[in-house]
């Protein structure tokens, strides 16, 4: 894993923009998969900018979101389809029928689970796999204790990430107690893997992901498994971390 410490925010989502351009360069029809959260938000605008100045074309890129709330619809203001609407599909030329986001309420969830496994597959497996992290760990909704070998999934959410996520919603009662998320395996069969922490709150958890053992209550340390992780940091969530020229190989 290399950890890459920028300056602040905008740098780092300067960064993560860049990687995910380049990639789109090199491979026309490159298979994305997208995170949600507070931390991609700068990486979207970017990358949107980039667009409109004709620096890049996603008209052959297909994308997979990593999880979606349950018992919301779609078109809620904090439903995952709603957030990526407005942060990047509505901006970019991302075709209708290539974007993929799990579906928060569907009758079969087993089944469903199974189908966007199976597109993820069809459409040649992911190339980049963008990646937010909780304070606990938690990657796509992959709460601590998940199964290293999980695939998509219905997940309970955990109190402390309903309180995190409650930030954004009126009250802590409105916040889904459910998700489907990709499951560990899903993520860790990309072919590379991007990850974005910033601020104070993901100190401990940058900490224990450069450093510490490689087990399930802490989901993210799986990646210390993974062949290609890039993880990009700001200087306030690095502090636990022993950088040399704002670089960490672990
Ligand atoms: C949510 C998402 C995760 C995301 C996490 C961190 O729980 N399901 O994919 O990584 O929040 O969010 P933030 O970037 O706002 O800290």
Do not use: W
């Not at 709330?69 to 904090?78: A, L, N, W």
């Not at 290539?98 to 689970?113: K, Q, R, T």
């Amino acid at each position: 894993m290399i950890f890459e410490c920028y300056e602040d925010y905008t740098a780092l989502s300067e960064r993560a923009a860049e990687i995910v351009i380049n990639t789109v360069k090199d491979k026309k029809n490159t298979v994305l998969g997208l995170p949600t959260g507070s931390s991609p938000i700068g990486m979207y605008e970017r990358i949107s900018e980039r667009f409109k100045k004709g620096l890049v074309d996603f008209s052959d890129v297909k994308t997979f979101n990593l999880d979606e709330y349950c018992g919301i619809s779609s078109d809620h203001e904090q439903s995952y389809h709603y957030f990526m609407n407005t942060n990047l599909f509505n901006h970019v030329n991302i075709k209708k029928e290539h974007i993929n986001l799990p579906y928060g309420n569907p009758e079969n969830p087993e089944a469903f689970a199974q189908e966007y496994e199976e597109k993820i597959r069809a459409a040649g497996g992911i190339d980049l796999q963008i990646l937010g992290i909780g304070r606990n760990g938690h990657i796509g909704f992959n709460e601590p204790g998940t199964a290293f070998g999980s695939r998509t999934h219905m997940i309970k959410l955990h109190e402390d990430t309903r309180l995190a996520n409650s930030r954004f919603f009126d009250s802590l009662e409105d916040v889904p107690v459910a998700a489907i998320t990709m499951g560990i395996k899903t993520i860790m069969r990309a072919r590379s893997i991007l990850l974005i922490a910033c601020g104070e709150s993901k100190q401990e958890a940058m900490r224990k992901l450069a450093y510490g053992e490689v087990t399930p209550e802490f989901p993210a340390s799986v990646l210390q498994l993974h062949p290609d992780v890039r993880i990009l940091i700001d200087e306030e969530a690095s502090k636990l971390l022993e950088m040399e020229d704002s670089v960490l190989v672990v």
